[in-house]
């Protein structure tokens, strides 16, 4: 069966978008996007400014710094165990379901993270808790963004599947928003209240989003796409592991694309949110603005609102590779100035170069991605080959990029260049996966087989 093959044909695959399924799954996949950022924004904040010194309290400013970027990156390495799982069950039991446990899990476990004794008063324990809460965060994340990726893509329009796929990553910009506006008003406060007990709101406060998130996707048919594949009766009964191993074997390559593709936008994404705090808060020209990151970031995702949802749609006209390189080939030039334009004290250069790297190089891949990585599969494996080439990227991308990042930092003195060239290096990564990766535009999501694969013959 080539790509121009389909189980269903493409008229049948028009006729069964329904606009209201549609909107509700946009609106689901959304507010489960912007769960996912919040926590793991705040997160990443907290990890940069306060953790440390909460939870690490003995090893020091550097050494506490480094250890609650540990946590951090603890969490991603959860996240494809989570993907893995979570995934194979989405692919045998549905999308609505699994979407469902993982948000419960994902936000549960933000929430308790409030509820944690530091260091202060439960010793080593404090720091044990943190780490369990963060790696159940991690296994709840790992499928969640896979699955919004996944139902959307499945209940948009062909034509138009760059624009729809990309509208729940608005999510992710007003959880951005949501988790740095939140910290850079807990900024207003003294050090004193912020880690007496307000570091600890921003965490409780995810739970409303947890009830808003259930209650949604409990009204939410299952997607098109999978439904023709349990009337094909191409849904398996056989355990998670063989199920795994069968779908990992069959899109080895497209899931080694993935993660080539997602070097270069997730370790950017965790460079700029994350790192990039850090290090413009050790900078002695921002001595008295140690929050100034934080309005960056605020920024960042107001201009990424937008632009990721432009992005999807310019993969609607012109393809997903070509959008996909020569934004990854941005990002790649983009480093070595904008890193360097930090060092000259300005407030404003920060918020231009924040803007900048995650407004446009970030969300120039991101947008085309979003539709990318689901037509890159096949029906039957799509859940858990998006999910697998997501986490084992944002491992190896994202959530090792700030450790790494301030590794690199501490044994180069602080240099800028340090993070400019680890920036510049995961956007070439991408940049030369594009020219292996076949372009999927207009594929249709009921094929069983994977974009560039060879037909599948009973």
Not at 246 to 273: D, W
Not at 394 to 401: L, Q, R, Y
Not at 444 to 454: I, R
Request: proline fraction near 4%; charge should be neutral; glycine fraction near 12%.
């Amino acid at each position: 069966m080539s790509d121009s093959e389909h189980v269903q044909s493409p008229s049948e695959e028009q006729e069964i978008v329904d606009p209201v399924q549609l909107r509700r799954a946009t609106l689901a996949s959304s507010v489960g996007s912007a769960l996912e950022y919040y926590d793991f924004y705040i997160y990443g904040l907290a990890s940069a400014l306060i953790f440390g010194e909460l939870f690490f309290t003995p090893l020091g400013a550097v050494g506490g710094t480094i250890a609650a970027f540990g946590t951090y990156a603890v969490g991603f390495a959860a996240r494809p165990i989570g993907g893995l799982v979570f995934g194979s069950l989405g692919d045998r039991m549905g999308r609505k379901l699994v979407l469902i446990i993982t948000i419960a899990l994902m936000g549960g476990s933000s929430m308790l993270i409030g509820l944690l004794p530091t260091y202060a008063t439960a010793g080593i324990w404090g720091a044990v808790m943190l780490i369990f809460l963060r790696i159940c965060q991690g296994l709840g994340a790992g499928a969640e963004q896979a699955g919004a990726t996944v139902l959307i893509s499945e209940f948009a329009p062909r034509k138009r599947r760059g624009f729809f796929a990309a509208l729940p990553f608005v999510g992710i910009q007003i959880g951005t928003l949501l988790g740095a506006g939140t910290f850079a008003l807990l900024g207003l406060a003294s050090r004193e209240v912020l880690l007496g007990w307000l570091w600890r709101v921003p965490f409780l406060l995810g739970a409303v989003l947890i009830v808003v998130a259930v209650v949604i996707r409990m009204r939410l048919k299952e997607s098109p796409a999978f439904e023709a594949l349990e009337e094909a009766e191409a849904t398996r009964d056989e355990p998670v592991r063989q199920s795994l191993g069968q779908a990992i074997s069959s899109s080895r390559g497209n899931i080694l694309i993935g993660i080539g593709l997602r070097m270069g936008e997730n370790g950017n994404s965790s460079i700029y949110s994350a790192l990039l705090l850090a290090y413009v808060a050790s900078l002695p020209q921002f001595a008295n603005q140690k929050l100034i990151g934080t309005w960056g970031a605020v920024v960042a995702a107001l201009i990424a609102i937008f632009t990721v949802v432009g992005f999807g749609a310019l993969s609607d006209k012109v393809g997903r590779v070509p959008v996909y390189r020569w934004g990854a080939l941005f990002t790649a030039a983009f480093a070595f100035p904008a890193f360097w334009l930090l060092t000259l004290g300005q407030v404003w250069l920060v918020l231009v170069v924040m803007g900048i790297g995650v407004g446009i190089g970030v969300q120039s891949m991101l947008g085309p991605q979003c539709a990318m990585l689901p037509e890159l599969f096949g029906n039957a494996h799509r859940f858990t080959g998006v999910a697998t080439a997501r986490e084992f990227s944002a491992v190896i991308a994202g959530g090792v990029a700030p450790l790494l990042g301030a590794a690199l930092l501490a044994g180069t003195g602080n240099a800028w260049w340090a993070i400019a060239g680890y920036s510049s290096v995961l956007a070439l990564i991408s940049f030369a996966t594009t020219f292996i990766t076949p372009e999927t535009r207009g594929r249709s999501l009921t094929d069983l087989n994977d974009a560039g694969a060879e037909p599948v013959h009973a």
